[in-house]
């Protein structure tokens, strides 16, 4: 299931990185204790429709009732009907398929109820398992943006993908649970 973050997950976002030694570098703000933790969920939080601020949406994938993931739509230009997504997890849930549900779902959400046309994401050329799941989600690629990050003094390249709402998409897995969004 995925729901929008609340402020009591701070345990389970602390839980998210401390499970993933990949996540601190990757991500902008570091979550090293749960004040960090919390900061986290605040900002996630800001990530939710604000007619000041724009449409934005962060979802908490649960794994049995607990968070252990985040899928995003950010930066929703309804001039265009378009939307940049994102998507981290903990490590001790990768390679479960939770992930490509969940972002298959806010997919769905993102055509279905939203009415957008276009989603984007770019992902690390040197993070398969993230390439993996935008694609088992139908996500195409268009183009790669040279030395676009640098972590401490790494520069990695980002391959940039795309799916438009009349893209095909693959069917779900037979025998996986559909994931469900709940917004109340």
Known sequence: MLRPWRLDDAPAVLAVFSASDDL?????WPVRNLADAAACVERMLAWQPDPAAGER???????DGVPVANVALTDVAR?????WVSYFSS???RGRGLVRRALAAVVTHA??????HRL???HRVDNPASAAVAEAVGFVPEGVER????????????RRMALLAHDARPAPRQGEEPVRIVLG
């Open 147 to 158: 030395e676009r990050l640098r972590y401490g003094a790494t520069r990695h390249d980002v």
């Open 120 to 122: 984007e994401l770019g």
């Open 91 to 93: 490590g001790a849930v």
């Open 57 to 63: 949406y962060a979802f908490a994938v649960l794994d």
């Open 24 to 28: 601190d570098r990757q991500y902008p």
């Open 79 to 83: 001039t265009h009907d378009t939307a």
């Open 111 to 116: 055509f279905d109820e939203l009415g957008l």
